[in-house]
């Protein structure tokens, strides 16, 4: 999962584009209205998503997040506003060849049953007329993109897979026909927690390296610090309560409503997005020849677990198996001085 | 990424149950039984009469290449009449499942529960007093298969698990293309359990349009009725009911050949 974590530093992709395969979307004063209901699903939604990052919608239920996002692809149609990906009005478009450019992944994975994963995997393709060669080059590419070997996986069925490999099966077809734009709706919402972490992981790890403009629904705050490389925190009616980086969300949050979906321990969930790497690391010494080790991939709460779980000040870091220095509980301390510093200096800017 | 089985078999399972498809088991031994039972009646009967002194009369009614001629014919009606059973029903069903004509769902469904619900005989002769021939019986004994197929159509549709169909709008299928290659695919072991069902009604009540000449084996069955000859009865009715068996067993048959791999036991 790499470098999800330095967005406050380095900001991932804001803005830059250049190595972006994303393309970005503009929501502009969007609404959904149902016909007979008193209050707005979506009530003036604005917002740009730049390309190539992952936006997280997230919030509690019933507040307008999934919503929001299908009007992207117009599976809802907007009741007024105008949505734009990479400066196309989106309603100006046929809704079925929009959304053959638009991956779509949903907690229920929908995959056919009736067809193999070869043949989930190639629909879109198959619908874009790609070339047969193509088409299977592009499944194989795929199915190894998500850690299924092609050649054991191509011809099984969906019900002879687990949750997790069905849910990794639905990213590679959503990914299929390399579409610049994708939304995911709770995509790891019904997979077991440890194979969740890893499908988040995993999932990161492939953006890294094809850096779509990816919209993404949860209602896990947890997951929404994790994945996103922007957070909108929305209320009811899908209000934009703060859409900020995950850092300046925990250590700012801009009303009372953002701090109760935070929630406790706001200053713990940040240690979870600073990397070891982020520390000067100390010397090892004689002394630590005994202390647990960590690797150097591991983040600040990790470390702090760890500390904590094995009664020791000092850990040995690790990369590759080999000790490369040590971290001391004083070296967590000053960088969570130093991250608050930064805090009141945005504030006060 | 890492290749991993997580948990593949009692996941497996689960997911299985939750895609609300039917499952179907695919072919094997067991599919013989059927006809081999249907064999060994047939060949019981025809055992039987040959020890029997049949009279004059009897002998005529049960003349070997009659009934023969009398099967073919009936089961060409049957298919004809459960052909037109699916012509109409299955886009009826269609319609009363999409959202723009669902309107029409009411007036569908009482049309075929009527048509079930109507006395067959009855309408058999009421309509014989004015109207006789094949189309006659075909439209009575269709509008009364009708609502089995009409029902299983609408049900099978209706049971293909909504996320699928949200993940296949989402991906840019078209309407036509969600229902040709997702619904109905999914929806063949409900739909065909329906058109078995007509088939069958349409094998059993053949014999009732006897009096409007229908034709099939319906002939002999009431000769032997009207001449009061039980042999014969017996011979017509076992022939009619093995036949009603056996075509059920053959749509049984397409009907598996027809659901998709991924959706059939193992």
């Not at chain 1, 850690?147 to 990794?168: F, I, K, N, V």
């Not at chain 2, 094997?28 to 029997?52: F, K, N, Q």
Request: overall charge negative.
């Amino acid at each position: 999962m790499s470098d999800s974590t330095d967005v406050a530093t380095t900001p991932k992709a804001a803005g830059s584009g250049s190595d972006a395969a994303g393309v970005p979307i503009v929501l502009d004063h969007v609404s959904k209205r149902y016909p007979g209901t008193k209050s707005a699903a979506v009530d003036d939604i604005s917002m740009e998503i730049p390309a190539g990052e992952i936006v997280i919608l997230v919030g509690p239920s019933g507040c307008g997040k999934t919503t929001t996002m299908r009007m992207i692809n117009r599976l809802i149609e907007p009741t007024s506003g105008t949505i734009t990906i990479d400066g196309e009005d989106v309603l100006s478009l046929d809704d079925v060849k929009l959304r053959r450019e638009i991956g779509y992944v949903i907690q229920q994975i929908g995959l056919f049953p009736h067809l193999s994963i070869a043949q989930n995997v190639s629909l879109v393709p198959r619908m874009l007329k790609w070339k047969k060669q193509r088409t299977n080059d592009r499944v194989d590419e795929m199915l190894s993109l998500v850690g299924l070997e092609p050649a054991e996986y191509r011809h099984r069925y969906p019900r002879q897979l687990s949750g997790g490999q069905q849910q990794r099966v639905g990213v590679a077809r959503a990914l299929a026909a390399d579409p610049p734009v994708m939304l995911m709706d709770e995509p790891f919402g019904a997979v077991d927690p440890i194979n969740r972490a890893r499908l988040q992981e995993e999932f990161l790890a492939v953006q890294d390296k094809l850096r779509k403009t990816i919209v993404f629904v949860t209602h896990d705050f947890d997951e929404a610090v994790k994945m996103g490389d922007r957070i909108a925190v929305l209320d009811q009616g899908s209000k934009i309560a703060q859409y900020a980086t995950p850092e300046e969300i925990l250590s700012s949050p801009a009303n009372a409503f953002v701090e109760g979906f935070v929630g406790h321990g706001a200053t713990l969930k940040r240690l979870q997005l600073e990397r070891l790497e982020t520390v000067d690391l100390r010397p090892v010494t004689d002394a630590d020849s005994a202390a647990p080790r960590v690797p150097i991939k591991a983040t600040l709460h990790d470390v702090l677990d760890e500390m904590i779980a094995k009664a020791q000040e000092s850990l040995v870091v690790v990369k590759d198996g080999k000790p490369i220095g040590s971290v001391a509980l004083d070296d967590v301390l000053a960088r969570v001085r130093e991250l608050r510093a930064e805090a009141e200096a945005r504030e006060g800017a | 990424m890492t290749v991993q089985l997580e948990r593949p078999l009692d996941q497996a399972a689960t997911t299985a149950l939750e895609t609300g498809v039917r499952a179907e088991r695919s072919f094997g031994w067991r599919d013989l039984i059927t006809p081999a039972v249907c064999a060994i009646l047939v060949a019981a009967e025809i055992w039987y009469l040959s020890t029997r002194d049949l009279d004059a009369i009897e002998a005529s009614q049960l003349e070997a290449a009659k009934l023969w001629d009398q099967t073919v014919q009936h089961i060409w009606i049957s298919v004809a009449i459960a052909g037109m059973v699916l012509g109409v029903a299955i886009p009826l069903g269609v319609l009363v499942t999409r959202r723009r004509t669902r309107w029409i769902a009411p007036v569908v469904l009482l049309v075929g529960n009527v048509g079930q619900a109507a006395p067959t005989v009855g309408l058999l002769a009421i309509v014989g007093g004015f109207w006789l021939g094949f189309w006659a019986v075909a439209l009575i004994l269709g509008a009364y298969a009708m609502l089995a197929v009409l029902r299983n159509t609408i049900v099978g549709l209706q049971q293909v698990d909504p996320d699928v169909l949200d993940a296949a709008r989402g991906m840019g299928m078209s309407p036509m293309a969600i229902l040709f290659r997702v619904e109905f695919p999914l929806a063949v072991p409900v739909i065909g359990a329906g058109a078995r069902t007509a088939l069958v009604l349409a094998v059993a009540t053949v014999p009732l349009g006897q009096n409007l000449g229908a034709g099939g084996l319906g002939a002999t069955l009431f000769a032997g009725i009207g001449q009061n000859r039980d042999v014969t009865i017996l011979a017509a009715s076992l022939f009619i009911a093995v036949l009603a068996v056996l075509m059920d067993w053959a749509g049984a048959m397409v009907q598996r050949a027809l659901t998709p791999k991924g959706i059939r036991t193992a």
